[in-house]
């Protein structure tokens, strides 16, 4: 009998704690803002488009991105997250008349036939995959050629990978999972997609912001931040990696290698 274990990726907050303890005081409004503006730029979707976004957590970007879709379709393996996001949409009278769709599912293992999908998003969801390559097939596999992809992923460049070593050392795996920025370009591009850009996410580490509360001094790192942008590499210090792809339009539907 085959028994499968158990995912990593249950230890998550409630969520009614997520968005109080992952974005706190001013400075945690003000990430969130700057992340969901970067997204929805590389989003480039018109009105007509059907978009599907893995991992929702809260609704923090799906909720957005469902005013640049005519429908909206969003999953997540926690049934905690689906249901509370849900129960949110119900009572949301500007929702109301839009087409949203919820349903648990595993990124790994997308329930949708190919090419249905204008645009697919993914943020912070990668690093907990079992199978982060399965996943990034799986996300190409739902577009339609010349569809876009928006992902994001932990940096292996960071400075908190240091902290990480010994755990690496002891088990041979950094978990949650960090990447090279070429490792993830390769894969991509070897399902047929064009990368168009990455852009780096958080020279500064998010705690910094996180611990303020004064929007002078909120400022101040934001202004140090994009400092640091223009006189360094993409990778180097960048906490996360965002990037956006195109699926050619020569990617046949039944394409799909299955990494």
């Known amino acids: ?10 230890t998550r907050f409630e969520p009614a704690e997520y968005e109080r303890v992952t974005y706190p ?3 945690g409004l003000i990430i969130s803002q700057l992340e ?3 997204i929805l730029e590389l989003v480039k979707s018109p009105s007509s488009s059907v978009i599907l976004e893995i991992g929702i957590g809260t609704g923090r970007i799906l909720l957005p991105l469902s005013k640049r879709s005519s429908v909206m ?16 949409i119900r009572t949301t009278s500007e929702l ?10 595993e990124g790994e293992h997308l329930p949708f036939r190919p090419g249905i999908f204008d645009v697919v998003v993914s943020i912070r969801v990668l690093r907990y995959f079992e199978r982060p390559w399965r996943a990034v097939a799986e996300m190409s596999h739902a577009l339609r050629p010349g569809g876009r992809l928006v992902l994001e992923f932990a940096n292996l460049l960071r400075p908190h990978s ?28 070897d399902l047929g997609m064009k990368v168009e850009t990455v852009r780096s996410w958080h020279k500064i580490p998010p ?8 929007p002078h001094a909120v400022r101040a790192v934001l202004q140090l931040e994009i400092v640091l942008k223009k006189i360094s590499p993409v990778e180097l210090m960048s906490r996360s990696l965002i990037l956006a792809a195109v699926k050619s339009p020569e990617i046949p539907e039944n394409h799909n290698p299955r990494l």
Do not use: C
């Open 96 to 105: 109301s008349t839009r087409e949203v769709h919820l349903l648990v599912a």
């Open 25 to 27: 005081n001013y400075g």
């Open 1 to 10: 009998m085959l028994v499968e274990r158990p995912s990593r990726r249950m």
């Open 73 to 88: 379709i969003g999953v997540d393996a926690d049934p905690r997250m689906v249901k509370s996001l849900r129960d949110r």
């Open 162 to 189: 240091l902290s990480q070593l010994p755990l690496y050392l002891q088990k041979r795996e950094f978990y949650p999972r960090l990447f090279q920025k070429k490792q993830v370009e390769r894969w991509v591009s």
């Open 36 to 38: 969901l503006s970067d």
């Open 207 to 214: 705690a910094v912001l996180m611990s303020l509360n004064n």
